[in-house]
T-cell receptor, first 112, second 114 residues
Framework: DAGVIQSPRHEVTEMGQEVTLRCKPISGHNSLFWYRQTMMRGLELLIYFNNNVPIDDSGMPEDRFSAKMPNASFSTLKIQPSEPRDSAVYFC??????????FGPGTRLTVT | QQQVKQSPQSLIVQKGGISIINCAYENTAFDYFPWYQQFPGKGPALLIAIRPDVSEKKEGRFTISFNKSAKQFSLHIMDSQPGDSATYFCAASIRDTGFQKLVFGTGTRLLVSP
């Protein structure tokens, strides 16, 4: 059974460019979470969805960040415009119950 | 207070030894306590979890000890192996805006020396 799928795995972009990260949750899971991981701040919850509806986006650092979940099998996290301090590993996780969360392999974003 | 404090930050253990990682929390509304294991370049993977009505849970070489009155829980890795070298995160789940979300500790980097 496929786990959480994220793309791209690596993204290098220049400051000011738009970046879109993609996530496909595990089939049947109705909760989806976006996290950011850095050495300084650890794992931070950015936003989470339940049944495709955004529930809490209080972790989104700035208005430059936005996330959508148009259907149960796809979500995007967009950064526009990107800045060097956005460099991090971004994880998507999904859950059926809300308790056990299953993480994807992550997208390593580098903004130069 | 939605924080989970984790220690130590890093740990070196000899092969065959016991690795112990500790976490503490304040909010009694947390109702589920998982541990995640993360290898370099990978996402965190659920390792073992416990609910607060249980004092201990064991799965193979991994054991969670839970002390509800002290608001502490710990991960014990028995007979530690070099393949256990990874970063370990404790977490706690809380119901927020009607749905469960996880609060993560800061992580412990474990190195098991051969």
């Amino acid at each position: 059974d496929a786990g959480v799928i994220q793309s791209p795995r690596h993204e290098v972009t220049e400051m000011g460019q738009e970046v879109t990260l993609r996530c496909k949750p595990i089939s049947g899971h109705n909760s989806l979470f976006w996290y950011r991981q850095t050495m300084m701040r650890g794992l931070e919850l950015l936003i989470y969805f339940n049944n495709n509806v955004p529930i809490d986006d209080s972790g989104m650092p700035e208005d430059r960040f936005s996330a959508k979940m148009p259907n149960a099998s796809f979500s995007t996290l967009k950064i526009q415009p990107s800045e060097p301090r956005d460099s991090a590993v971004y994880f998507c996780a999904s859950s059926e119950t809300g308790y056990e969360q299953y993480f994807g392999p992550g997208t390593r974003l580098t903004v130069t | 207070q939605q924080q989970v404090k984790q220690s130590p930050q890093s740990l070196i253990v000899q092969k065959g030894g016991i690795s112990i990682i500790n976490c503490a929390y304040e909010n009694t509304a947390f109702d589920y306590f998982p541990w995640y294991q993360q290898f370099p370049g990978k996402g965190p993977a659920l390792l073992i979890a416990i609910r607060p009505d249980v004092s201990e849970k064991k799965e193979g070489r991994f054991t969670i000890s839970f002390n509800k009155s002290a608001k502490q829980f710990s991960l014990h890795i028995m007979d530690s192996q070099p393949g256990d070298s990874a970063t370990y995160f404790c977490a706690a789940s809380i119901r927020d805006t009607g749905f469960q979300k996880l609060v993560f500790g800061t992580g412990t980097r474990l190195l098991v020396s051969p």
